[in-house]
Structures are given as C-alpha cells and as structure tokens.
Nanobody, 121 residues
Framework: VQLQAFGGGLVQAGGYLKLSCAAS????????LAWFRQAPGNEREFVSR????????QYADSVRGRFTISRDIGKNTVYLEMNSLKPEDTAVYYC???????????????WGSGTLVTVSS
C-alpha cells in the first residue's frame, strides 16, 4: 500500500490550502483514514480522522472549525481542506490509513511521505 501526500506550500496567515493523499488501493479497504502533523522540534500530533464505513469525522481542538477532512472514493484520495491558517499550523502533514479508527499514530499501518505547510505571519 502506498500513500502519497501533496498540496503543501507557503501561505499567508488567514489563507487556504487543500492537501491531497492519493492511495494505491481503494480507501474503503481501510477502517480509518487520518491526517497527522509534525512541527519542527515537536512530536507528531493528530489533526483529523475519518471512519470509512460511515464517514464519521473527528478533529483536534486546535483545528476544529477550520479544517475539513473528506475523501473521493472513486479517486482513492483523502483530502484535508485548511481554512484560516495560522502560523502555528506550520508543519509537515502526513496522511495515514489503517484498520483502526484512532487518534494515535501508532495504530495506523500505512503512511504517506508528508507534505510541508508553511504559514507566514
């Protein structure tokens, strides 16, 4: 299974980015799909997750109301739309897929390579 995340870049505070994560297999094969991020000097943290069979979603408190996770089943792609970006959102963003629905990255079997998001103030 391969996941490839892309769509990162440099954006000003208050701006918008849409990250994509293309999977080599059908996304409904996985029970959980998620995004995590890791800022320089920080540990990896949970951002958002989506449960495949019913579309249930959850967000970290720091991004709730600003970020939206979604997927296109036909394209085997998971998205993370990020609005009202803040400098503290600066991080490498990783997509993950696996057979659990968890906020713990250790529970996900497959990871994308990461895409850098930089938000300038």
């Amino acid at each position: 299974v391969q996941l490839q995340a892309f769509g990162g870049g440099l954006v000003q505070a208050g701006g918008y980015l849409k990250l994509s994560c293309a999977a080599s297999e059908r996304t409904f094969r996985f029970y959980g799909l998620a995004w995590f991020r890791q800022a320089p000097g920080n540990e990896r943290e949970f951002v958002s997750r989506l449960r495949s069979h019913d579309g249930h979603t959850q967000y970290a408190d720091s991004v709730r109301g600003r970020f939206t996770i979604s997927r296109d089943i036909g394209k085997n792609t998971v998205y993370l739309e990020m609005n009202s970006l803040k400098p503290e959102d600066t991080a490498v963003y990783y997509c993950a897929a696996g057979f659990s629905y968890s906020t713990n990255g250790d529970d996900y079997a497959y990871w994308g390579s990461g895409t850098l998001v930089t938000v300038s103030s």
